[in-house]
């Protein structure tokens, strides 16, 4: 299994590059136990979570007071998160804004309802990466759970790996949290995390990243979420 690295040093906390298949809280494997041998510190608090098959930038805090700090920029979505994706359907609509309150059916699975009351809000730009395959650049707006994999499979595109969601099968979930980027205490911090995988690592999926805008400047729909 691929272990974490350290993507990013700060006095108050690490940003580092989770691997696809670890997940958050096992005390034996789970994503602070394996960060900790590689740093200094006894200790670590997680800030935010990624599924399992998730990988990519993940935040983890030094100190108490750091994680309550760095909460609140996700509570106020001062935290820009971009992701990337693969599948291999075409979906409804190439680029755009889901939006739709998310209920949970049965094991484990997510569906978008098509109210908003208290909507997950997920904006995407696609495009043809290779033949029978489309890669996804992904922005969530809130962070409900499945939610970028709720998102594409209600616009019949499921992510390739994705057996909850009937995605085609493939070696690991080919969802990676790519960049973060935000300002803490005055420094504005931004990260990139290279998503590893076959299919992420092959020439077609590389030149589809490379060749890509900053992600920060491409067109992304406006829209206005209130802050609770």
Known sequence: MT????LFVHNDFY?????AGVTMHDSAQGIISQVLPLVEDSRLYLCHRLDDGTSGCLILARNAAAAARIGELFARRQIQKYYVALATAKPKKKQGTVSGDMKNRRQGQHILL???????VTQFFSQAVAPGRRGFVVRPLTGKTHQIRVALKSLGAPILGDDLYKGDPAERLYL????LSFCYQDECIEVTSTPTGELFEDEACRHWLQSMEPVAQLA???????IN
Do not use: F, G
Not at 220 to 226: D, G, H, I
């Open 220 to 226: 992304w729909p406006n829209y206005q979420l209130p």
């Open 3 to 6: 272990r974490p690295s350290i």
């Open 15 to 19: 940003i580092i590059n989770k691997p």
């Open 176 to 179: 990676h949290a790519w960049q």
């Open 114 to 120: 098509k109210t908003r009351e208290q909507p997950a």
